[in-house]
């Protein structure tokens, strides 16, 4: 083999060769084999006919023959609509149209759309929760401008006449040239028609017919006088009215003297398309004619007259109806509404001539009348020819006083048995003995009616037989079920919630431990009487949420959730007995529970029986010897009530039998408390030796160090804590500031930069940075420092950083910034309570009010939003306001916020109750920004 220079080079040596067996091309790169024509052979078959498209013209015969046929087909084909079928297409052109339609293939059919729907089933909680959240998302980004000023919408209520009447106009905002002054000045003539249309508007004609009375004619010319002008109209109505009254016939569908009275009652003019209204007289009236006997088409005709004004061919028509429908409760009671008040008894009177049984015409008469013995006769002659209407009955028994309304039910029952409304009406006017008489018949006549039992119940309590509700609910039940009557167990609670609202919480919970655990399982009751009692509590139907709770811990005894929530309701809505007397049962059932023991011991320290408190925490020793908490409660217990030898006799019990890193804090604090620096040192010493990872023990060694006046020993006990808990905020906070108080702000700087090193998403930190640079280089390298914090990914929903963002806003952008702020962390109390701020700052008193109580109620243990909350309604707020945010904070009992810890953690006021670190907070929040 040669190559292109001409020398001869070695063949391969597989080169022409046959390829082995299975060997497929490219299969090491990936490949799984290729197929060729030479692999499947020829396009078309063998018998097939050759393609001739490109051969001579006279040589193309099979060619032409198959355009021929083809063309053939193509006319053949019926694509008319009557040869399209939805489901095959078109017949002659339908693929499978030799084939039959048969079971098997619809139940294919039915197989795949089962799947397609279910798959569509599968998809649409997501796909319908996506829409919602892309809705939500758009009008979130593209709020309508009527929303955009709601609030300042809301807030014209408040403005006052004198104030909208002052409202100065808006004026000119262009230049003296734009407005034409100066050399540009213009007049311009008023044109001649303008004239002649104020001359023509200065006088008024008006005449009166030459043949009524005597043909005198008044012109009104020259100024309009009102008086004349007056006169003029009533004399005009006066000979209208007399022209109908005096007709020849005498009789007459107008009311002179009632006339203008009862315009007053008609609706205004149609303004309206007039065609429209020809076509539906056309109409109705070709129906009136085609089926006179159809009520509706002469009470449509009526009111279509009358919403277009003309009263009086309303009137006909109705009156045309009643004679071609006078079995039509219908008609007649439109031709009573359309009728001056005299015709509409003459109405009614042949209404019931024609209809004596019908209940709607006999009280539409009586509620024509005006006395209340005109109403009487009407129901009694109502009664007489209808004595089962329990309507009827009613409405007669309420007119009448309590003896002769308890003769008349006495009636009304023996009329009507099967009505419990008459029945228990009946029982609610006799006596305890005649009650029950009337109850037991009325049992006895409906037993399937629940009303009844319920009021036998309610009966037995009012009368202080409490104790005999239980038996009459069992009896119901057993009453009921034996009558086929099954009432689930929601219905039974809603009955009970009604007994209780209706002065009955007996009976309320006698029907709930009949039925709470009627078809539940016994794995599923806990939780299902948990949430009926939520329920309850929501619908404040306490003694129902009691009476579950109650039947609830008789099966779960020992279950501690069940007690404490049982001990919170009466905590709430209960008195002190109650709440005392639950914890002492809840304590014996789970004596190792300790939050139930510290919730008894606390309450009798709040009724102010030391004595009762300390024999509480005494007996919580027992059962909880190694409990934490419970020596701190009583160590707490005894240095609020000055016992500081107790106090401390316990400290040093509890560090030897139950030692703990927060009981060793709390013996350095009493020392600290107490002025005893060294000793709190010592024992602070101790403590660090024991739990070095304690952060709070190094904070307060340092702090006792600076009351010392000993910064050195304080920078050395922060650093050395920074040392063993490195993740500590509070610890480099601390040294920081220490650094600032030296006067080293660089090094302060530095330290806080370490700090955010260590713990880079920590918007305290980020915080103190942004102040601490406001102070010293001022708010230019705060605000980059702000936008740097709020550009990392971790602090972006940070409530104190917007907070910050909104404080350090101009004026006119806080409020951007604070929608912005909502939109990232809604519910962050410290962004609420910089809104309020903002509000508060410009004056909308009752806007910044309203956001200070949701940033107390989102958050009750954030106590810097008590204190702006105190400091603002002290400026504006009344006495009652001011003493309300107090008891409500005295409650909520808050930790928490930078301002508020300041002050409570001040080593000086360990002994301040709440209500005395509320004013001192307070103080110290400024007004504005």
Excluded at 550 to 578: C, V
């Amino acid at each position: 083999m040669e190559n292109i220079d001409g020398v001869k080079r070695k063949q391969k040596p597989f080169l022409g060769q046959k390829a082995p067996t299975g060997y497929v091309p490219g299969l090491g790169r990936g490949a799984t084999g290729f197929t060729t024509r030479s692999d499947i052979g020829p396009a078309r078959d063998i018998s097939d006919p050759t393609d001739d498209r490109h051969a001579a013209p006279g040589e193309r015969t099979v060619g032409d023959q198959l355009r021929k046929q083809l063309l053939e087909d193509s006319d053949e084909e019926d694509l008319n609509d009557t040869n399209f079928d939805e489901f095959n297409g078109y017949m002659n052109i339908n693929l499978f149209r030799g084939s039959a339609y048969d079971k098997d293939d619809k139940e294919a059919d039915e197989i795949y759309e089962s799947i397609d729907s279910k798959m569509d089933e599968r998809r649409k909680i997501y796909r319908e929760k996506k829409e919602q959240e892309m809705l939500q998302k758009y009008r979130d980004e593209r709020p309508k401008i009527q929303e955009q000023f709601s609030d300042l919408k809301r807030e014209l209520k408040g403005v006052s006449h004198d104030e909208w009447i002052n409202i100065p106009e808006v004026g000119d905002g262009r230049n003296r040239k734009q407005r034409g002054f100066g050399r540009y000045d213009k007049e311009t003539a008023i044109p001649d028609s303008i004239i002649n249309m104020q001359r023509n508007m200065t006088q008024i004609t008006n005449s009166i017919d030459k043949n009524v009375q005597g043909g005198t004619t008044t012109t009104l010319g020259g100024e309009l006088d009102m008086e004349r002008l007056g006169k003029a109209r009533n004399q005009i109505m006066d000979v209208k009215l007399k022209q109908v009254s005096d007709s020849v016939s005498g009789q007459t569908v107008v009311d002179p003297t009632g006339y203008l009275t009862d315009m007053q009652s008609m609706l205004p003019s149609y303004n309206g398309d007039i065609q429209d209204v020809r076509k539906a007289r056309l109409l109705l009236k070709s129906v009136r004619e085609t089926n006179p006997k159809q009520p509706q088409a002469w009470i449509g005709s009526a009111r279509l007259e009358e919403v277009v004004g003309r009263l009086a061919e309303a009137r006909v028509l109705i009156m045309q109806g009643t004679d071609k429908c006078p079995k039509s409760e219908d008609v007649w009671l439109e031709a009573s509404r359309l009728a001056p008040a005299d015709q509409a008894k003459k109405i009614f009177a042949a209404a019931v001539a024609e209809i004596p049984n019908s209940v709607r015409i006999w009280c539409a008469a009586a509620n024509l009348e005006k006395e209340k013995k005109a109403k009487r006769r009407v129901y009694q002659r109502a009664l007489e020819n209808v004595p089962n209407a329990v309507r009827l009955w009613k409405a007669a028994v309420e007119l009448e006083e309590i003896d002769d309304a308890k003769e008349l039910l006495t009636r009304a029952v023996e009329c009507c048995p099967s009505s419990a409304e008459l029945w228990l009406a009946l029982a609610k006017l006799e006596t305890y003995d005649n009650a029950r008489k009337v109850l037991n018949k009325a049992r006895a006549t409906i037993p399937t009616d629940k009303s009844v039992w319920i009021t036998a119940a309610k009966l037995e309590e009012a009368n202080g037989k409490s104790e005999r509700c239980a038996i009459v609910i069992k009896r119901a039940l057993e009453a009921l079920r034996a009558n086929a009557v099954e009432l689930t167990r929601d219905e039974w609670i809603k009955e009970a919630e009604k007994a209780e609202k209706s002065g009955a919480p007996a009976t309320a919970q006698s029907i709930i431990n009949a039925i709470i655990a009627e078809g539940i399982e016994k794995e599923d009751r806990k939780h299902i009487w948990m949430t009926d009692a939520d329920e309850c509590i929501a619908n404040q139907s306490i003694h129902c949420a009691r009476a579950i709770y109650a039947f609830a811990l008789e099966d779960f005894k020992n279950k501690k959730s069940i007690w404490l929530r049982a001990a919170f309701l009466e905590k709430q809505y209960g008195t002190k007995e109650s709440y005392d007397n639950m914890l002492e049962r809840a304590v014996k059932a789970c004596p190792r529970e300790e939050k139930l023991w510290l919730m008894g011991a606390k309450s009798k320290w709040q009724q102010g029986d030391i004595r009762s408190a300390r024999g509480i925490l005494e007996q919580a020793f027992e059962s909880n010897q190694q409990s934490e908490e419970i020596w701190l409660a009583a160590v707490k217990l005894e240095s609020e009530n000055n016992e500081l030898l107790r106090a401390r006799q316990i400290l040093a019990r509890a560090r030897t039998s139950a030692s703990s890193p927060r009981v060793m804090m709390k013996s350095a604090k009493l020392e600290w408390c107490l002025g005893e620096l060294k000793n709190a040192i010592k024992l602070s010493d101790e403590g660090l030796a024991k739990y070095p990872k304690f952060d709070k023990l190094w904070m307060m060694k340092g702090t006792i160090f600076l009351q010392m006046k000993d910064a050195n020993s304080a920078r050395k006990a922060f650093a050395k804590g920074i040392e063993n808990c490195k993740d500590s905020k509070p610890l480099w906070i601390l040294l920081a500031d220490l650094e600032e108080s030296e006067g080293n702000q660089v090094k302060a700087r530095s330290v806080l930069e370490r700090a955010r090193l260590k713990n880079p998403a920590s918007p305290e930190l980020w915080k103190r940075a942004i102040e601490l640079e406001k102070r010293v280089s001022g708010n230019e390298i705060a605000d980059r420092l702000l936008s740097r914090a709020g550009a990392m990914q971790e602090c972006a929903a940070s409530g104190s950083l917007w907070a910050e963002a909104i404080e350090c806003a101009s004026r006119p952008a806080r409020k951007t910034k604070s929608i912005d702020a909502l939109k990232k962390c809604e519910h962050d109390p410290q962004v609420l309570l910089a809104v309020a701020r903002m509000f508060w700052s410009e004056r909308r008193i009752n806007k910044a009010r309203e956001w200070f109580k949701k940033c107390t109620k989102i958050d009750p243990d954030f106590g810097d939003g008590w204190a702006f909350r105190r400091r603002f309604e002290d400026a504006h707020g009344t006495e009652a306001q001011l003493q309300e945010v107090t008891s409500a904070c005295a409650k909520a009992e808050p930790k928490h916020g930078e301002r508020w810890c300041k002050i409570s953690k001040d080593i000086n006021n360990w002994r301040l109750k709440t209500t005395d670190i509320l004013p001192l907070v307070a103080d110290r929040c400024p007004i504005t920004f």
